[in-house]
């Protein structure tokens, strides 16, 4: 600690010119570092909302159909709904931006072939049916679910268990 402060007092102009470009060169790079990371950061972030964020065609709404008589059933959950979906598999998330727009946090599920999804809202139960094979996604902002026809991910992570 003493050199450094020898080397920081010193009164020769080479000495302490050699100490400001240092102190510089480590400010400059400590700079682009914190740059680099919050750069990075936003780069990871809007991937993450680009994969969540589906445009589509909306799903078909339908009368209510008894699940059970379609086949077996999986579970599914929002925010403020349960529910349940007929064939295939799901991917769901928690994501806070809505066409590019800051969001309170909701729940965003891809479907890789659903038949049928019934969900339990706080508003009542709605249906959405999908074409055979069709991926859908169903997000939950504002308190109303949304379904589109497509989904961001490949089929091979819907496959149910």
Not at 46 to 59: F, R, Y
Not at 85 to 94: A, K, N, P, W
Request: proline content about 7%.
């Amino acid at each position: 600690m003493r050199d450094l402060v020898d080397i920081a007092t010193a009164t020769s102009p080479g000495v302490r010119m050699v100490t400001r470009v240092l102190l510089g060169l480590a400010a400059s790079i400590a700079v682009a570092m914190t740059i680099a990371a919050v750069l990075g950061q936003r780069t990871r972030d809007q991937a993450e909302i680009d994969l969540w964020t589906v445009s589509g065609p909306p799903c078909q709404r339908t009368a209510p159909i008894s699940l059970e008589s379609l086949g077996q059933s999986a579970p599914v959950s929002f925010e403020q709904a349960q529910g349940a979906f007929v064939h295939g598999g799901v991917v769901c998330s928690e994501i806070d931006r809505y066409h590019g727009q800051l969001t309170r946090p909701f729940t965003v599920c891809q479907f890789g072939s659903p038949y049928l999804v019934r969900l339990d809202t706080p508003r009542g139960e709605v249906f959405f049916k999908a074409p055979r094979g069709q991926p859908v996604t169903i997000s939950f902002a504002g308190g109303e679910p949304r379904c589109v026809l497509g989904a961001n991910f490949p089929a091979a992570l819907f496959q149910s268990s």
